[in-house]
């Protein structure tokens, strides 16, 4: 295993690395992520190698110096693969790591180019920074000429985060027809108005989408900009989810920042018009935080902080696991840069043609570990009842 070391010095120290693959995962302690993707990455004024561990529904990554990456390399190619490839500036190179830990690695001629890994270069978003967007403009986000304002680049790369994952769904949505959206908790609605110009602009789609919330001037203002951006089918009303009974059937529904039990209403109501696609972005879940229990997780719990932010873990997974049970194919991803806002997490959720089973004993076994009985389960009434 020292041709191992001896190569990653090598690679990492000079800066030769481009891409490193590790796949074939399996060990003794059943991973569950099927590959790991290395590169380099520049943050700030230090350069580190991004570790990107590829589960089934998820990707979640870690970024190390030079010596943890090494590290991390060596024990994952001596714990849990056999298989590893390596994209530097000079060669391209195959380790292979047979049962009896002997090492052979084959060296070929480089495959590719040396990329810029500085953080600030120009990425491909869906929306162009240069390129006038009249939305962006009307809301301050872009000049006349196109230009994202300095101070406003956060918000340019949320909406296009938002629209890679709508992007990622479009394909679950029958284009055979109008689709109806419903954005509950819209609030001045930048991604409101990103999603229509995605949608009917950028595809061509046919929409009806309606913006609902609760602050009658917020409503006011984006109602006179639909009408100013001649986006003829977006709408939007000042109400709740609960009580919306525009569309009988809705094939998308959107909730943003939708404080604490509002999500699940939210979530409930989506359910009940069978939407083919959801998605969630949670806020201020405070209802489990005097519920949950266990006493071996005392050390955990005592401590106001942590209990807050676990908590809202528990709930987040607990919103995901019932998706699963009434149909849902689901994913937790990140929304936005942890650095932006601690409030990162989005629920993606798609229908699919069957429930699944297995998440009825996981989310079973996980609530009595907490002992608590959650409101979306009583919220979803029959529908879920009849199940468990």
Not at 9 to 19: M, W
Not at 204 to 232: H, M, P, Q, R, Y
């Amino acid at each position: 295993m020292k041709q191992i070391i001896q190569l990653l010095e090598d690679v990492i120290f000079e800066n030769k690395l481009i891409y490193s693959v590790i796949s074939n995962m399996k060990g003794k302690n059943d991973i569950e992520y099927k590959k790991v993707t290395i590169k380099p990455v520049q943050m700030k004024n230090t350069v580190l190698l991004q570790f990107e561990y590829h589960f089934e529904k998820k990707v979640i990554h870690k970024n190390l110096n030079n010596e943890e990456a090494i590290s991390e390399i060596f024990s994952l190619l001596d714990n849990f693969s056999k298989q590893g490839v390596i994209y530097t500036t000079e060669a391209d190179y195959q380790i292979f790591v047979n049962k009896k830990n002997k090492v052979r690695i084959l060296k070929n001629k480089p495959s590719r180019n040396k990329v810029d890994i500085r953080h600030n270069k120009k990425k491909n978003y869906i929306i162009q920074d240069g390129t006038p967007c009249p939305f962006l403009v009307k809301l301050g986000v872009m000049n006349e000429n196109g230009n994202v304002h300095k101070k406003r680049y956060n918000k340019f790369r949320q909406i296009n985060k938002f629209l890679e994952m709508v992007s990622d769904v479009v394909s679950n949505l029958n284009k055979d027809k109008t689709i109806n959206i419903v954005d509950f908790g819209c609030g001045k609605s930048y991604l409101t108005f990103a999603l229509y110009h995605y949608l009917v602009n950028m595809q061509g789609i046919d929409v009806n989408i309606v913006g609902l919330d609760l602050k009658e001037d917020v409503i006011n203002l984006c109602s006179k900009l639909a009408i100013e951006l001649n986006f003829d089918k977006l709408k939007f009303f000042k109400g709740d989810i609960k009580g919306f009974e525009g569309f009988d059937k809705v094939d998308m529904v959107v909730t943003l920042h939708a404080c604490d039990t509002a999500t699940d209403d939210a979530l409930v109501k989506a359910v009940e018009w069978e939407a083919d696609v959801i998605l969630s972005v949670p806020c201020c879940q405070h209802e489990l935080f005097n519920k949950i229990h266990n006493p071996v997780m005392k050390s955990m719990v005592k401590h106001g902080i942590i209990k807050e932010r676990l908590s809202a873990l528990i709930t987040d997974s607990i919103r995901a696991e019932i998706l699963e049970i009434l149909g849902y194919s689901t994913q937790i991803m990140e929304f936005i840069d942890m650095e932006h806002t601690p409030k990162n997490i989005l629920i993606r959720a798609v229908k699919s043609k069957s429930k699944n089973k297995e998440a009825i004993k996981d989310y079973i076994a996980f609530k009595e570990f907490w002992n608590i009985t959650p409101y979306i389960e009583s919220a979803m009434g029959e529908r879920l009842k009849d199940i468990l």
